[in-house]
């Protein structure tokens, strides 16, 4: 599968992005779906998950209650709606896929593809 995330972009600190990730290849309504997110200096860290049928979505607690992953599979589209973004939400945005779990994974290493990632950059 291939994975296309846009959306990213410059906002104020309070105001909102919706990220997209489009999948290509395979139908995503195989794939576990997650959001990670790596800030300049540091690692990489997991923001959010969702199970192959929405059912179950996983957050990241910094981004509970601002944060939304949901996930459209008849368009093979999953989403992160985030609002009251703060400076230090600030990051490349990636979208990641797993195909083999069997249940919802927070770690890099649970995720078998990945997009290219998009920029958010939030003001203060």
């Known amino acids: 599968v291939q994975l296309q995330a846009s959306g990213g972009g410059l906002v104020q600190a309070g105001g909102s992005l919706r990220l997209s990730c489009a999948a290509s290849?395979?139908?995503?309504?195989?794939?576990?779906m997650a959001w990670f997110r790596q800030a300049p200096g540091k690692e990489r860290e997991f923001v959010a998950a969702i199970s192959r049928n929405g059912g179950r979505t996983y957050y990241k607690d910094s981004v509970k209650g601002r944060f939304t992953i949901s996930r459209d599979n008849a368009k093979d589209t999953v989403y992160l709606q985030m609002g009251s973004l703060k400076p230090e939400d600030t990051a490349v945005y990636y979208c990641?896929?797993?195909?083999?779990?069997?249940?919802?994974?927070?770690?890099?290493?649970?995720?078998?593809?990945w997009g290219q990632g998009t920029l958010v950059t939030v003001s203060s």
């Open positions: 290849g395979r139908a995503l309504s195989m794939y576990i």
């Open positions: 990641a896929a797993d195909n083999t779990g069997l249940s919802v994974g927070t770690l890099g290493a649970d995720y078998d593809y």
